[in-house]
């Protein structure tokens, strides 16, 4: 099973576990789907989002027909003006889910044949710069190895635990975790200087999650952070 068939199989999973998102995640596996039959012919030269670069641009209108038929009414509406116009808004978040989805795939095949620092200590991608959209907890020794998700190309990075990746800080007071019982794995990690957070995936409470799809269920964590005047360090790919 490659990993594209992984995240369309968790994600069914997870529809049937969380009502809530079933949704999103029916939505996502729709777009994943899409995405695994973009095969990549040709390597980017660099990864801008927009304007979109030339390899990409074969995908674009089956991309949007597709949009106009499962996405949500807004997005629909959006793929349906955008097939008409040449003349994309890099700061519309329609366009800007429409290059994530479509350079996504060409950008972690380049990180996954490239050599990126896998133990960089910086907060962004080592490979092409994107902030992390989750953390990742993977066993090591008695307790658990931090690292960072990118939000474009999913290289993954070790990170130290008790380091906020916006700002820095290291004060663990100032550093809370939360939990929620539907989402034992998954939990809030937050910083009380820079008011931000990231959703951490513990691999040491449920080896067969998915970090990238997994945070895409929890979108219940997302709404109560925001309601307690946390903001997300890096949206995912639906803007949550």
Not at 7 to 35: D, G, K
Not at 116 to 135: H, I, M, R, Y
Request: hydrophobic letters at 40%; aromatic letters at 8%.
């Amino acid at each position: 099973m490659n990993r594209w068939d992984r995240r369309i199989e968790r994600a069914h999973i997870l529809e049937r576990e969380h009502p809530a998102a079933a949704e999103i995640l029916r939505f996502y596996r729709t777009i994943a789907a899409f995405q695994k039959n973009i095969t990549p012919s040709q390597p980017l030269p660099f990864l801008p989002l927009l304007p979109l670069p030339e390899p990409v641009r074969p995908h674009v209108q089956p991309l949007l027909d597709l949009l106009q038929g499962a996405a949500p009414p807004a997005l629909a509406q959006a793929a349906t003006i955008l097939s008409y116009s040449d003349d994309w808004d890099p700061a519309d978040p329609a366009p800007r889910f429409i290059a994530r989805v479509l350079v996504q795939p060409y950008a972690e095949q380049l990180a996954r044949r490239a050599d990126a620092a896998p133990c960089s200590p910086g907060p962004t991608c080592p490979f092409c710069n994107e902030a992390p959209v989750a953390a990742i907890l993977r066993p090591e020794g008695e307790g658990g190895k931090r690292s960072l998700l990118c939000s474009l190309c999913f290289t993954e990075w070790e990170f130290r635990r008790l380091v906020c990746p916006k700002c820095g800080e290291e004060d663990h007071q100032k550093l809370p975790v939360y939990t929620a019982g539907p989402f034992p794995h998954i939990r809030i990690e937050a910083c009380d200087t820079c008011h931000t957070y990231l959703k951490a995936i513990d691999l040491t409470r449920n080896g067969l999650a998915v970090p990238e799809v997994d945070e895409l269920a929890a979108v219940a964590l997302d709404l109560w952070a925001a309601g307690n005047h946390y903001s997300k360090l890096q949206p995912n790919l639906f803007g949550l």
